[in-house]
């Protein structure tokens, strides 16, 4: 099955900065990829996500990048505040939309 | 999602016990999964549902059988429990299986004791 490679697992930037997040897929059937974040106590919520027909999505601060090629598809967020502060998980999924999680990164922003 | 039902949302078992999980979606989808997350494995598919029957079964043990008794509704019964099956249990809906987004309800936090 699918195996989903995420890092770095903790990453601490400073407001205002950009926080990146790589991701890392074995399966090349795989052709979507969510992201999503999900704050203590709380359930993963959507913030993302980019299709193998696409290279890139922008949606405010967030973009996120794929490259089929290499397998890898990466989360940018731009001008972070402390309200990214948060952990997110990359996804991929095949046809039958069983989605294989990252093992997490934990973002903290420092104000 | 507040269109995402799970109920409990805490439940606290004894070792040996059986519980259900329940879960109802009141966005018109007509897929429905189950993931479980603990400390150990962050995200863990567990089932998905299309249209009330079985699309992928991720579970190695028969203790864990959903049940699909309408269309938006997707139960999680497990049985003889064990205290490794503590866990936040997340209920996921998406509009068809295939390349859809997927929304999670708010999860039932799961102890064993």
């Known amino acids: 099955g699918e195996q989903v490679e995420q890092l770095p697992s903790i990453l601490r930037v400073q407001e205002g900065s950009s926080a990146s997040i790589n991701c890392s897929y074995e399966d090349s059937a795989s052709n979507y990829f969510p992201w999503y974040k999900q704050e203590p106590g709380e359930n993963p919520k959507l913030i993302i996500d980019i299709r193998s027909n696409m290279e890139r999505k922008q949606i405010q601060e967030l973009i996120v990048l794929l490259d089929k090629k290499a397998k890898r598809f990466s989360l940018h967020i731009t001008d972070t505040q402390p309200g990214d502060s948060a952990m997110y998980f990359c996804a991929a999924t095949g046809g039958n939309n069983k989605l294989t999680f990252g093992q997490g990164t934990v973002l903290s922003v420092i104000p | 999602d507040p269109k995402i039902i799970q109920k409990p949302k805490y439940l606290v078992a004894v070792t040996g016990s059986e519980k259900i999980l329940i879960c109802e979606q009141y966005l018109g989808h007509n897929a429905m999964y189950w993931y479980r997350q603990s400390a150990k494995k962050p995200l863990e598919f567990m089932f998905s549902y299309s249209y009330q029957k079985l699309m992928d079964n991720q579970t190695a043990s028969s203790r864990f059988q959903p049940q699909s008794s309408k269309k938006n509704h997707l139960d999680l019964q497990i049985t003889a429990l064990k205290p490794d099956d503590s866990a936040t249990y997340f209920c996921?809906?998406?509009?068809?299986?295939?390349?859809?987004?997927?929304?999670f309800g708010p999860g039932t936090r799961l102890t064993v004791l």
């Open positions: 996921a809906s998406s509009q068809v299986s295939g390349y859809a987004e997927q929304f």
